[in-house]
């Protein structure tokens, strides 16, 4: 008997991709998908990892497409599972006075990709993609820009003196050249469909506009074989060859990229026990071989903090004490190869 409408050779793929899913203890909560650059459904698995954050016994595999090279994670959770990864206290930031400076500054570096902008006539046009509680519109604004934000977290409600997006950026009621300057503060690496975030780039630009975007640099140890990506919350790891077919895609042309940590820190933690295992023994360095860090080490042991502690801390791990001293110097030395592990694209709509 054959039932309208249904396929099935699909029927029976899905139900197989359902059993498949199961097994992982997935269900309905995790998803495959295929390349969100290519559309390829090829990939090979390059490491694992649990949510370091939040549920230390779910682990997520990172793979990377076998046609174009983007790293994603896969199966991932579905987008209505994703809320649980962010609960209430991800959004949190002290509210001192150190943590103000480190804004100020921060913003001023940002505000740096926009300057060329600056000099027409005319008030320009912001929209900052993922702008939290809508400090850094605000700095620009005080500049003598007009700002717009989206941001789907709660933090949004408490924006009152500009008119901020509350649905994610593909969808917001703009749908044609509006911005002088589009931001997205790591941004990308946390979407479920980054093309849908580049086409929308690409509409609301103005031609000759940027689309300006930090996330973490793919091709750093840190990213790639240190295990310091925040997963799930990141789901998509870019480099430069992605990022410019991306580019190419949705019609932007690369006009700066700069690779370093002025802006946000990516630092390589534990290079030294990766370096030892992997490039001097020729081993595979894999998560159970990343020693804890020392704000694990505290929690898992119930230590307050202080100079005991830390000392325990350095009879656990001496490696990871030697590790740190060496940090400046291993940074340096990424940021003049263009390999740390956070980078900064600045790109013109054509
Ligand atoms: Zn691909």
């Known amino acids: 008997m054959a039932i309208p409408g249904l396929n099935w050779m699909n029927f029976l793929g899905t139900l197989e991709a359902t059993s498949r899913l199961q097994e992982l203890g997935g269900g309905d909560r995790l998803e495959n998908v295929a390349c969100n650059l290519c559309g390829s459904a090829k990939h090979t698995p390059v490491y694992a990892m649990p949510d370091r954050l939040y549920f230390r016994e779910e682990f997520f595999t990172v793979v990377e497409c076998d046609q174009c090279g983007l790293a994603f994670v896969n199966p991932r959770p579905t987008l209505a599972e994703m809320q649980k990864y962010y609960p209430p206290e991800y959004y949190l930031s002290p509210p001192t006075a150190s943590h103000s400076r480190y804004l100020r500054r921060r913003f001023t570096e940002e505000a740096k990709y926009l300057k060329e902008l600056e000099n027409g006539s005319g008030r320009k046009k912001l929209l900052d993609v993922g702008c939290a509680n809508g400090d850094f519109p605000r700095f620009m604004a005080a500049r003598g820009w007009d700002v717009e934000g989206v941001e789907i977290s709660e933090s949004s409600q408490r924006i009152t003196d500009f008119r ?3 649905q994610e950026f593909q969808d917001i009621p703009v749908n044609e050249p509006t911005y002088d300057a589009v931001t997205a503060w790591a941004v990308l690496e946390h979407v479920h469909d980054p093309m849908a975030y580049f086409r929308k780039a690409s509409t609301v630009v103005k031609k000759g506009g940027f689309f300006v975007f930090l996330t973490p640099n793919y091709h750093s140890l840190a990213s790639r074989h240190l295990f310091c990506e925040d997963i799930p919350r990141h789901l998509y790891f870019y480099t430069r060859e992605t990022v410019r077919q991306y580019l190419e895609k949705t019609g932007f042309a690369l006009e700066k990229e700069v690779n370093g940590r002025k802006i946000y820190k990516l630092a390589p933690m534990n290079w030294l026990t990766y370096m030892m295992k992997a490039r001097l023994m020729g081993k595979e360095y894999t998560y159970k071989d990343v020693p804890l860090s020392s704000k694990e080490f505290r929690r898992l042991n119930n230590l307050p903090g202080g100079i005991v502690t830390s000392l325990k801390y350095a009879a656990y791990s001496p490696a990871s004490v030697v ?23 600045a790109v013109r709509r054509l």
């Open 164 to 166: 901020v997006h509350t």
């Open 323 to 345: 590790d740190r001293m060496l940090w400046p110097a291993i940074e340096t030395a990424q940021i003049l190869r263009k390999s740390y592990g956070v980078s900064t694209y």
